[in-house]
């Protein structure tokens, strides 16, 4: 996407650059020297990821904070590589999803879908077919790794750029049509910086959930084998069999700043950036502000690298495409249009229906109803806590949230301290509980739960400090004016205020412990095993003894529980809060 | 010789019928059988209601849209040339909020794959004409309206069109920026600084198009179809106070708001019955407006224009609520005027409770689609209906924006008069009031 930042401003950058002067200035040493260590520190990353496998024998993790930079640099390469993954499967598929109704047919019910099922789940399947794609190099853990990672942030990266698609403004798309934009340039001039703030805001939220992800991907155990890619998920691995509580706690100093540096050096320049592609013609008045996007365009022989660096991608943008002879478009009678219609939708049902079969026979082969029903039974104790700590966390965290958003003050101090929160992989921190759990001989059943909502409550906390921080000032001093206080002031003014984003944090949240559950419900501290009987639990198990077919049954029993859930409580909420609480 | 050049036809339209809405469905007429030629040398102007179709027409001019039926032809300026070429200039400017200015204006010719140099050079070239000299490297959003739209100008004409293509280019701005951005654009038309043969321009405002035009074609809004072709024959510069250009404007006042022969128009809306598309009128303008015109100096009849003035509005702005007077009965529009019936003086007089009265007695017999929310009520058990059902029977007769408009018109016009309650939540219309 680099290639839309047209940076050099202006008609004439040339004259411009030269009456500046070419001497380099202070930043351009740091931007250059920032620059040239990232470099090398990726080429470094990827020389080490197609390494042969029995590496990784010979050279187990090795519990020394020395080895920890280099174990957290593979665990961000993985993360970039998924991203990138991430965004060409976004480009394509969301593409044909808006251009062609029969692909969005089948297309856009998938997505809800799949973004329902537990990624982590998936790996058990992944691990073995990348591991037979590239026999004996690590590559192929690389890539079930990354593919985990994925599985987490394309989703709604999908969606997110399919509904700007949908929504070009009316008036853009005329003039595109009226000066003969062909397919590419309208691509790129119109389509993709249109879609650009949504999807970086998507992208934010999939970065987010991915470091949960990437964590819990890196030491797979799949039946007999056990991989550990070096990372800060399998420095975890190791350091909770060797029950090394130091080390722990390194890991958990280790993923913060790499958290950190993340947001400073992606997640911010990158805001900052996308901001000018906001479709509002107002100028807004809080613009996110990055010092690294300051310094890359204040620095003068930085402004020409990137420049430079951002060649290839405008080169990219400025392809002419040979124009196609344009296929003669065939005009159908609405009556075939219809027959050719329902001819897709029935080769789409006969497709499900031969799926639904073939993962049936499957589960069939080697189970019975009565685990069938158990795993429905399991399922309900994982929703009963799912919705029972949301309702917790909300009660926790709605009043403090709104508080803070109350106070420009301290929201501006606290917001992107949970952020951040949100972003942390939670399940870092999970052996602290479990050494606690154990020395006082709590029952995992109800101790074990708070994991689930551990990582996730964040998002209904930052949610709601925006929401509350968002209430018009005409509406408070009016509910001051009037005397409204107390439990009324809460109803008639900050619930309502407050609530379609609390939906929105809520909704993530909900998603995100369900997910949680399969790493929450069965966790161990060394040969300290804890359990709890739940559907994530269930899986994890199946998955540590190579049951595939139980697996199998796990995930579809979650994803039937997590649409349902989706259907029944959130979409309704979503919906109300749409159509009757929006504060415009 | 350049007799004859002055004639060259640019642009012919022949009986160009456009239907919206379900294919198969009774569509609403927008277009009907409309003839237009478009000479060299001239500035055309299509002037009507909003909805008389006039902007179909024009983006069928631009090839945006193929009508139902009839042609669009682009003849060749140049004997032997290729056809006629068109440029856009839009009411919402259309700008691409991410590019600069000068990106913003040469997003036509990268388009047309004009090589870099060139493009630049011909950019700076037309933003240089329009005056925008120095704002190249900013960003629309940094930009007033009117600046926007003279970056919109620069772009269409930086393509060097034969036609220029104008949708009520200065409706979105506020009164003194449009004079300007008006007077800039006649100066440099007839000081021909502008490579365009001749300009083609909608609009709603009759001062604006005999300001600007030396031919102003007049809309019949049910359905759109030419109703009359005025030549303006006034020497430019023109002057707004001059009384020849009054007596035009009250002449087109007239023309827009007198009577049709009743064989060509139903009533002031398309469609009939149920399917009549309404406007969005609130029931505080009509309310406001009957109070005005029953008031002195009006007395219950009022010119249009004048009343206009009076009361600071767009004068087009106040056919849409005349009109809706006009088909609940409330008020008579002819020659220019408003005229108040007695209805509407006895509301003018009236208190909060009988106003309503009278306001739900006129609906239920003016509207049909009113009436019928209400025989549907009045007729089940539960006196309960989704408004979907109502929307549905909508769109037989028009595209879904109108039928949505529609249906949001009758309801709040129907709450007015407690003809009957709406719960926007459940999408539901009932005959109980909330207690």
């Known amino acids: 996407m680099a290639f839309l930042s047209e940076g050099a401003k202006g008609a004439r950058p040339v004259v411009r650059f030269v009456r500046a002067g070419a001497m380099p200035n202070w930043a351009d040493l740091i931007a250059l020297l920032l620059l040239a260590a990232v470099a090398v520190l990726i080429i470094h990353g990827a020389a080490e990821m197609s390494r042969p496998l029995a590496r990784l024998d010979a050279e187990p993790i090795v519990l020394d904070p020395a080895r920890l930079p280099e174990y957290a640099l593979r665990t961000t390469l993985r993360m970039f590589a998924a991203l990138a993954a991430s965004l060409l499967f976004t480009f394509t598929v969301a593409t044909l999803a808006a251009r062609s109704r029969k692909a969005e047919l089948v297309i856009i019910p998938a997505l809800d879908i799949l973004q329902s099922v537990p990624v982590l789940g998936f790996l058990t399947f992944t691990v073995t077919f990348f591991m037979g794609l590239f026999p004996g190099r690590q590559l192929g853990v690389e890539c079930a790794s990354i593919f985990a990672i994925f599985t987490s942030q394309a989703w709604n990266m999908v969606f997110s750029f399919y509904q700007s698609l949908r929504t070009v403004p009316a008036d853009l798309d005329e003039v595109s049509r009226q000066f003969g934009f062909s397919a590419w340039r309208r691509f790129v001039r119109l389509e993709l910086p249109f879609a650009t703030p949504g999807l970086v805001w998507n992208t934010m939220m999939s970065m987010s959930g991915g470091w949960f992800f990437v964590v819990a991907s890196e030491a797979i155990t799949v039946g007999d084998t056990t991989v550990s890619l070096p990372g800060i998920g399998s420095w975890l691995a190791t350091a909770i069999e060797a029950k090394d509580f130091a080390a722990v706690g390194w890991a958990v100093a280790a993923m913060a700043v790499v958290i950190a540096l993340y947001d400073q050096l992606v997640f911010r320049p990158i805001v900052a950036w996308a901001d000018k592609f906001r479709f509002e013609q107002t100028a807004s008045q809080v613009r996110p502000r990055s010092w690294l996007y300051e310094l890359a365009r204040r620095a003068r022989l930085m402004r020409l690298l990137v420049a430079a660096l951002a060649w290839p991608g405008r080169a990219l943008a400025a392809i002419e495409w040979p124009l196609l002879a344009r296929a003669p478009h065939m005009r159908l009678g609405a009556r075939a249009a219809r027959l050719l219609d329902m001819a897709w939708i029935a080769l789409v049902i006969l497709g499900c229906v031969g799926a639904a079969w073939l993962v049936g026979r499957f589960i069939a082969a080697s189970l019975r109803w009565g685990d069938v029903l158990q795993a429905f039974g399991l399922g309900l104790a994982t929703m009963a806590r799912v919705a029972l700590l949301i309702a917790v966390a909300s009660l926790i965290w709605v009043p403090i949230g709104v508080w803070i958003g109350l106070r420009p003050a301290w929201t501006e101090r606290l917001q992107p301290i949970a952020q951040f929160l949100a972003a942390f992989p939670a399940n870092v921190l999970f052996p602290f509980v479990v050494i606690a759990i154990a020395a006082a001989q709590l029952d995992p059943d109800i101790w074990l739960s708070p994991l689930m909502v551990l990582g996730t409550q964040w998002y209904i906390l930052f949610n709601v400090i925006a929401g509350a921080s968002a209430l018009p000032t005409d509406m408070k001093d009016a509910a001051r004016i009037f005397g409204i206080s107390g439990w009324q002031w809460w109803r008639r003014l900050v619930l309502p205020g407050i609530f379609p984003y609390y939906v929105t944090g809520a909704l993530t949240a909900s998603g995100g412990s369900w997910n949680a559950s399969i790493v929450a419900e069965a966790v161990s501290w060394g040969d300290t095993h804890l359990q709890a009987a739940g559907l994530g639990a269930f899986i994890a198990n199946a998955t540590q003894a190579g049951d595939f077919p139980r697996v199998a049954l796990g995930i579809a029993a979650m994803s039937v529980f997590v649409i349902a859930f989706n259907r029944a409580l959130w979409r309704p909420l979503y919906r109300f809060a749409e159509r009757r609480l929006r504060l415009d | ?435």
């Open chain 2, 1 to 435: 010789m350049i007799v004859t050049q002055d004639h060259r036809c640019l642009v012919k339209v022949n009986d160009v019928r456009h239907v919206y809405g379900k294919p198969g469905g009774a569509g609403l007429l927008v277009l009907d059988d409309v003839d237009l030629a478009l000479n060299d040398n001239e500035i055309v102007g299509l002037l009507g209601r909003s909805g008389s179709g006039k902007s179909t027409l024009l983006r069928s001019i631009a090839g945006l849209i193929t009508p139902s039926e009839g042609t669009v032809t682009w003849l060749p300026p140049e004997p032997g040339g290729g056809p006629a070429s068109v440029s856009m200039v839009f009411q919402s400017f259309a700008l691409f909020p991410w590019l600069t200015v000068l990106q913003n204006v040469e997003v036509g010719l990268e388009a047309k794959r004009v090589r870099p140099e060139e493009r630049r050079r011909r950019a700076l070239a037309a933003i240089d004409m329009i005056g925008l000299d120095g704002f190249e490297s900013a960003y629309p959003k940094e930009l007033s309206g009117g600046m926007r739209q003279r970056v919109g100008l620069a772009r269409a004409l930086v393509v060097d069109p034969d036609i220029l293509l104008m949708d009520e280019p200065f409706s979105a701005l506020d009164v003194l920026t449009a004079e300007t951005l008006r007077t800039d654009l006649l100066d440099l038309w007839s000081e021909g600084r502008m490579p365009i043969r001749s300009i083609l321009m909608v609009t709603h405002n009759i001062e604006e198009a005999v300001l600007m035009c030396d031919r102003i074609l007049l809309f019949s809004s049910n359905p759109g179809r030419v109703m009359a072709e005025i030549k303006v024959d006034l020497t430019r510069p023109r002057d707004r106070q001059d009384p020849s250009f009054r007596a035009l404007v009250e002449h087109i006042y007239v023309r827009l708001t007198e009577k049709a022969p009743p064989e060509a128009r139903e009533g002031p809306f398309p469609g009939t019955g149920i399917g009549m598309a309404l406007p969005q009128v609130s029931t505080n303008s009509m309310a406001g407006l009957i109070e005005a015109v029953s008031a002195a100096p009006h007395n219950g009849k009022a010119d249009l224009p004048h009343l206009a003035q009076d009361l600071r509005y767009e004068a087009d702005d106040l056919f849409p609520i005349a009109e809706v007077l006009q088909l609940l009965r409330f008020a008579e529009l002819a020659g220019g005027d408003l005229r108040l019936l007695p209805a509407a003086r006895r509301y003018a007089e009236a208190d909060v409770d009988a106003r309503k009265q009278l306001f739900a007695q006129h609906l239920l017999n003016h509207v049909p689609l009113a009436a019928h929310i209400r025989r549907v009520l009045d007729d089940r058990a539960t006196h309960t209906a989704p408004a979907r059902r109502f929307r549905d029977e909508l769109e037989d007769f028009m595209s879904p924006e109108y039928a949505a408009q529609t249906l949001k018109a009758v309801t709040q016009w129907g709450r007015y008069g407690e003809l009957y309650a709406f719960d926007e939540a459940a999408d539901l219309f009932s005959l109980d009031n909330p207690a």
